[in-house]
């Protein structure tokens, strides 16, 4: 993670961003104190779908293991 003033910046915000773009965290110090953070934006909402596709593919396939001898009832008490 790279550390970097406020007055830095807002200087070189064009620099900034494409250091983001490229996977560094910056966290943005004002007066000595962090006060942001710029990160990378995560997976898009296409990659998130795709991905949750493929695990409840793959947990289909797979056979169950294990004793199922409660039940949902029993599975939700406090």
Not at 13 to 39: C, D, K, M, N, Y
Not at 66 to 73: E, P, S, Y
């Amino acid at each position: 993670m790279k550390t970097i003033s406020a007055a830095d910046a807002n200087r070189h915000f064009s620099r900034v961003l494409r250091e983001v773009s490229q996977g560094e965290h910056v966290t943005v110090v004002s007066r000595g104190r962090p006060v942001a953070t710029i990160a990378p934006v995560r997976g898009s909402g296409r990659e998130r779908r795709a991905a949750k596709r493929m695990l409840l593919e793959r947990l289909r396939r797979q056979p169950a293991v294990g004793a199922r001898n409660w039940t949902r009832d029993e599975l939700y008490e406090n």
